[in-house]
């Protein structure tokens, strides 16, 4: 149980464009969802928290417009790169919680998705 | 400030022989402790999870942690390593966020375990 699907895994686009990545728990309604970057060779960089139904909380240094979360259901949150450049290019990984204060409960993480901008 | 430690980089160990990579702690309160792997190109595989009762909390994999209080440690165990093991680990604490949305988790920076056959 308590699967996380990534899509897509991976994704090479021009610089410019925008890319939406898609992170759905499969058998868990997940109120709260993580969205982290890790750079090679690091730990993992937590860039928002999206709790269903409102706007989602970004961590310090995270620009908003760029990084567009949306989680709109209990099983779905978006991360849209918005005119993506090659300094965005990362490993992009989402998590899901069930419940919003549950505290003992671990996060679920999906597989993560490679950008790559050129 | 709550913050996680892993004070390896790399660890390396024989097949069949007893593992052990490190975590210490620093929390306010009391410590919500977890541990993951992370294989190759693939998102965080939760291992095992410290709340509270007994110090020693078994997990997936064979693997097992030990958590202790005085030495605000949580290191992770296997007595037998296979090559399978090598992979990435992070240990992480629940930290309280505050201002920034509740509670959210602190990874450690990681620690990368070779196994040799």
């Known amino acids: 149980g308590a699967v996380v699907s990534q899509h897509p895994s991976r994704v090479i686009c021009k610089s410019g464009t925008s890319v939406k990545i898609e992170c759905r728990s499969l058998?868990?309604?997940?109120?709260?969802m993580f969205w982290y970057r890790q750079f090679p060779k690091q730990s993992l960089m937590l860039m928002a928290t999206?709790?269903?139904?409102?706007?989602?909380?970004?961590e310090q240094g995270v620009e908003k417009d760029k990084f567009l979360i949306n989680h709109a259901s209990l099983t779905l949150s978006t991360l849209t790169v918005t005119s993506a450049h090659p300094e965005d290019s990362s490993f992009y990984i989402c998590?899901?919680?069930?419940?919003?204060?549950?505290?003992?409960?671990?996060?679920?993480f999906g597989d993560g998705t490679r950008l790559s901008i050129l | 400030a709550q913050s996680v430690a892993q004070p390896e980089d790399q660890v390396n160990v024989a097949e069949g022989n007893p593992l052990t990579v490190k975590c210490t702690y620093s929390v306010s309160g009391n410590p919500y402790l977890f541990w993951y792997v992370q294989y190759p190109n693939r998102g965080l595989q939760f291992l095992l999870k410290?709340?509270?009762?007994?110090?020693l909390v078994k997990g997936s994999y064979g693997f097992e942690a030990e958590f202790n209080k005085s030495q605000t440690s949580f290191h992770l165990k296997k007595p037998s390593a296979l090559v399978s093991d090598s992979a990435l680990y992070f240990c992480a604490v629940r930290d309280f966020g505050g201002d920034t949305g509740g509670f959210k988790t602190i990874f450690g920076a990681g620690t990368r375990l070779f196994v040799k056959a």
């Open positions: 999206s709790n269903e139904g409102s706007k989602a909380t970004y």
């Open positions: 410290y709340i509270t009762g007994d110090n």
């Open positions: 998590s899901a919680r069930l419940g919003q204060t549950t505290q003992n409960q671990p996060q679920h």
């Open positions: 058998d868990f309604q997940a109120t709260t």
